[in-house]
C-alpha cells in the first residue's frame, strides 16, 4: 500500500528520469528539505540538487563514467528488531551511487511500514494477531524499480553499501 510508505516522486520527462523528495517530507518540514535527481543519459550525466533550510543550497553533477556501482541496502528500522525477536519492521531501503574514487553519493531513502517478522523459536501462528492483520508499504518494490532503472540507464552493477 502506497500510504503505508514514504517515497521519493519518480517522473519521466522526455529521455530524462527525475526522482524528487517525497511530497510528505517537503510537508512535514515546511519545503526546508529537498532533493532533485537527475538521470539525463543523452548527456550522460546523473544531476543532484539539494536544499537544506531554504537556504543551503547543494548541486553536484556526476559524469556516468565517474560511476562504479548503484548502491542498494536495507535496513530494518522498528524498536522491535533490536528488543524482539518477532516484530513488525519498518523497512528503509537506501539508494546510491558508488563512484569510482570509492566515495558513496546517497541519493534517497525509500521508508514504510514492513511486514512481520519472526525469528524466535515460536512458530507464526503464535503471533497470528500480528501477522494475520499485517499490512505493508510499497517501499521494496518502488526502491528495487529505481534500483534496476538506474543501474540500466548508467550501465554498472548494484552493490551492497559499506557499513
Known sequence: MRLLSICPRIRK???KIIA???WRIQILSLGAVYREVIVDPKKKRVTISSRYLWTQENKQVVRFREIMA?????EDQSLGAMFARAHNSFDT???GLRLCDETDVHLFSFSGEGTFANHGPLPDWWYWEQYALDVAGS???????FVDLLAHMIDVT???PRY
Open 13 to 15: 520527462e522526455s529521455d
Open 20 to 22: 524528487s523528495t517525497a
Open 70 to 74: 548503484v548502491v542498494y541496502g536495507y
Open 93 to 95: 531501503f537506501s539508494v
Open 139 to 145: 517501499q521494496e518494490k518502488e526502491s528495487r524499480m
Open 158 to 160: 548494484v552493490v551492497p
